[in-house]
């Protein structure tokens, strides 16, 4: 899985032409899912337009063409969620259907929120404070964590966050990239 991990976050960071050249073989070779109704022939504007549809509230045109790409791999068997602005608390911008079914959260309950919202009693302080040293050295980290889902059932997360580099140079955003590897009771 972590080869998985490592081909989305690669796949996310392509140029927009790029990306869609290798989102096919993607698909074919994880068998993923790609999130109808947003065909490979699209154009990015008629993306974008329905991007608007989804009440995102006002975006940069770099989260909307990054939030572009998370719609595509929307039911991918890892989760995807961007924060940002990087400078401020990480708030959410946008999360997949798959970190939707996996936290059980809502977009709108989800959206403006800093991902800590999942933590809880049993969630380990050392991960946190290595998820906190990556932020505040602009590095990606991978860490496994206890998560609770919105109804308060707990499951563990495997989280990792990158950092992305806006157009004018400086990292604006973080990506994650999350799977559900174990529950309470496994
Ligand atoms: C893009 C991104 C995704 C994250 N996803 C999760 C997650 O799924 N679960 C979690 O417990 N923390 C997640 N975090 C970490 C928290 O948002 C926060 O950075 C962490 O708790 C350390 O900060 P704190 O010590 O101020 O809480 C994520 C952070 C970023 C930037």
Do not use: C
């Not at 991007?51 to 068997?77: H, N, W, Y």
């Not at 809880?120 to 946190?128: K, L, N, Y």
Request: aromatic share 6%; charged share 25%; proline share 6%.
């Amino acid at each position: 899985m972590a080869e998985l991990r490592d081909v989305l976050i690669e796949t996310m960071l392509l140029d927009e032409e790029r990306f869609r050249q290798r989102l096919p073989g993607l698909v074919e070779t994880h068998q993923l899912r790609t999130v109808d109704p947003h065909p490979a022939d699209e154009s990015p504007a008629d993306i974008l337009q329905n991007l608007d549809t989804l009440k995102l509230g006002s975006v940069t045109p770099f989260e909307r063409e990054i939030i572009a790409k998370m719609v595509r791999l929307g039911t991918a068997p890892m989760g995807l969620t961007l924060t940002g602005p990087a400078y401020q608390d990480n708030p959410l911008r946008y999360a997949t259907q798959t970190f939707r079914e996996m936290s059980g959260y809502s977009l709108t309950a989800l959206r403006g929120e800093n991902l800590r919202l999942l933590q809880g009693p049993a969630t380990d302080p050392e991960s946190v404070a290595t998820l906190q040293e990556g932020i505040d050295i602009w590095e990606q980290r991978t860490v496994e964590l206890w998560n609770y889902r919105a109804d308060g059932t707990r499951f563990k997360n495997r989280v990792t966050i990158v950092p992305l580099t806006g157009p004018d140079g400086s990292i604006t955003n973080w990506l994650g990239v999350q799977k559900a590897i174990g529950t309470a009771d496994s």
